[in-house]
């Protein structure tokens, strides 16, 4: 994009017809490990109101991401934290989701695989209360690069075992381009999979509590500098035993209510 502030005009817009008794309406949560030199474009290119923040998180990086986020911050209104030890991306998230502010959370990546004009496409569903959750999906929408065979086997493996065991179906369920209504901020506490298997966990928690996730049509980049440090292996694992342990809770929590559901029913107030 050319001109990232008329790109956004159509979202400013619709925004400033919102009220909301919080400072902001949108917090954008971005986490950072050695991305210098993405960071500084990634955030160049953000919209910028009055009614959006901006968070970065720096996860202790060892290259120069902190001084090109600084240099961005001569542009635009950034909150910076800085992590004084490397504690991956799930926890870079979590410090983001406890230093915002806004009515709607989003969380996009660093390294410019993400487009900062697809963030309206996340945010609409939920001020239209259509969704609390949303996820940006490649699928719904596209992206420009080859996609590694392993990738979509592992999506599509993790889809069918969300809806089999969870009864929800998500394609793009590994990418970190989403938006959370804070009403539901509630499920990121106790997180137990913050690295590997965090974004799972997230769509599992959303789901157990009942509430709507929906994908939103993305365009997805090719990464131009780095390379991915998700480690497959670990990552099948850790999805595995997430789910695993979710649907363990899942019974056990149906369980529960069927006993006090049975107890009601005994009881001398209860009324058929």
Request: charged residues 25%.
């Amino acid at each position: 994009m050319s001109n990232f502030s008329d790109s956004y005009q159509k979202m400013y817009q619709y925004i400033e017809k919102i009220k909301t008794n919080r400072k902001y309406l949108i917090s954008i949560i971005i986490p950072v490990y050695n991305e210098e030199y993405t960071v500084f474009s990634v955030l160049k290119s953000l919209p910028k109101n009055n009614k959006i923040e901006i968070i970065v998180i720096d996860d202790h990086s060892k290259d120069n991401s902190i001084k090109e986020i600084e240099r961005a911050q001569k542009l635009l209104n950034i909150k910076l934290i800085k992590h004084i030890k490397n504690g991956g991306y799930g926890k870079a998230i979590l410090t983001g989701i406890k230093n915002a502010n806004g009515s709607i959370l989003i969380t996009m990546d660093s390294d410019g695989q993400h487009l900062a004009r697809d963030i309206f496409t996340l945010v609409k569903p939920i001020l239209d209360g259509e969704a609390e959750f949303t996820i940006g999906s490649r699928y719904l929408g596209s992206f420009n690069y080859r996609l590694p065979l392993s990738t979509r086997i592992g999506e599509v493996f993790v889809e069918i075992l969300l809806w089999i065991f969870f009864g929800q179906r998500v394609a793009s369920n590994q990418g970190g381009f989403r938006a959370f209504n804070r009403k539901i901020m509630h499920i990121f506490n106790n997180i137990q999979y913050p690295d590997f298997a965090f974004t799972t966990e997230l769509i599992i928690r959303a789901k157990i509590y009942g509430y709507r996730i929906k994908e939103c049509p993305i365009k997805l980049m090719d990464r131009a500098h780095g390379k991915s440090r998700i480690k497959l292996k670990n990552l099948a694992m850790n999805i595995i035993f997430c789910i695993a342990r979710y649907f363990i809770l899942k019974i056990k929590m149906k369980a529960f209510k069927e006993k006090q559901l049975h107890y009601i029913k005994k009881s001398r107030f209860y009324k058929s």
